[in-house]
């Protein structure tokens, strides 16, 4: 299973109405993380479970499905989450 795909399922819970993950490891090259095999990844997560909390519960929220993949093998994960009716990118 790709590590993509490792994100989006362990993400799953969560409900997403709207997911995206990118992988920018291509941009890190020659990074000291990036060097060891760590790879760099952006999630935009859209999810009914984030009405009323935090930006810091929201990530919170994301890291607790996926923080033990950190640092090996997601060296840096660049979240993005909201609401339904949030404005996001």
């Known amino acids: 299973m790709s590590l993509a795909a490792t994100l989006e ?3 799953a819970p969560l409900a ?6 990118q992988d ?4 890190h090259a020659g990074h000291a993380g990036a060097a ?3 790879r760099h990844f952006s999630v935009t997560i859209v999810s009914e479970q984030f009405h009323g909390l935090s930006r810091i519960a929201r990530h919170r929220a994301v890291l607790e499905r ?3 993949l950190i ?19």
């Open 24 to 27: 920018d490891s291509a941009q």
């Open 66 to 68: 996926v923080g033990d």
């Open 16 to 21: 997403p109405v709207e997911l995206r993950i």
């Open 9 to 11: 399922q362990r993400l």
């Open 36 to 38: 060891s095999g760590g």
């Open 71 to 89: 640092p090996h093998p997601v060296h840096a994960l660049a979240i993005r989450a909201y609401a339904p009716g949030e404005t996001h990118p």
